[in-house]
């Protein structure tokens, strides 16, 4: 199986930051790498899929980079409704495979 | 608008079996795989099976092979989740969520576009 690596599993910012949070796969998954928000008892929502592409609805400044193993997602001014968990998910090979996810919380 | 509607969660013996539900609306429900995601508390997601979008292949997770099925009925527009033989640690919220593109056969769009609000399955005794 693929193994997806977050980083870092938790953070502490403020909102206006740019928050950065990577993953890693442990083999190559081109760039079939995909992001999700979730906040405290709701479902999953995608906002980045295929590493690099904005999901229909989601604010610009969220973005998506990388391909092979290293892969990021850069929040450019945090808002107050995008405290929440991250997951990124690897959708090259099944079985399919989340992160730990990544907290993010206000500092 | 998508909509995914879980239903058959609850709580139930471990050993005993419980078959979960997801109500489609708002797409072509005949041309998206779809899948089950879990997520046990305060845990994070795990990928549970896949069915593609005429049913014709099936695929799960070692931690539920041989023990959970999933199926479809596109003439209902509903997705099943058959769990037997249930343990402890199969507690979780189940999602169901919808493949990224119609017809997929690769990764290139397993991704889960539209989720379920999840049901909430405990195996305790």
């Known amino acids: 199986d693929i193994q997806m690596t977050q980083s870092p599993s938790s953070l502490s910012a403020s909102v206006g930051d740019r928050v950065t949070i990577t993953c890693r796969a442990s083999q190559s998954i081109n760039n079939y790498l995909n992001w999700y928000q979730q906040k405290p008892g709701k479902a999953p929502k995608l906002l980045i899929y295929?590493?690099?592409s904005l999901q229909s609805g989601v604010p610009s400044r969220f973005s998506g980079s990388g391909s092979g193993t290293d892969f990021t997602l850069t929040i450019s001014n945090l808002h107050p409704e995008d405290f929440a968990t991250f997951y990124c998910q690897q959708s090259h090979t099944i079985p399919l495979t989340f992160g730990g996810g990544t907290k993010v919380e206000i500092k | 608008q998508v909509q995914l509607v879980e239903s058959g969660g609850g709580v139930v013996q471990p050993g005993r079996s419980l078959r979960l539900s997801c109500a489609a609306s708002g797409f072509t429900f005949s041309t998206y795989g779809i899948h089950w995601v879990r997520q046990a508390p305060g845990k994070g997601l795990e990928w549970v099976a896949l069915?593609?979008?005429?049913?014709?292949?099936?695929y799960y997770a070692d931690s539920v092979k041989g023990r959970f099925t999933i199926s479809r009925d596109n003439s209902k527009n509903t997705l099943y989740l058959q769990m037997n033989s249930l343990r402890a640690e199969d507690t979780a919220v189940y999602y169901c969520?919808?493949?990224?593109?119609?017809?997929?056969?690769?990764?290139?769009?397993?991704?889960?576009?539209?989720w379920g609000q999840g049901t909430l399955v405990t195996v305790s005794s």
């Open positions: 295929a590493a690099s």
């Open positions: 069915i593609s979008y005429d049913g014709g292949k099936k």
């Open positions: 969520a919808k493949d990224g593109k119609q017809y997929c056969s690769g990764g290139n769009c397993y991704f889960f576009d539209s």
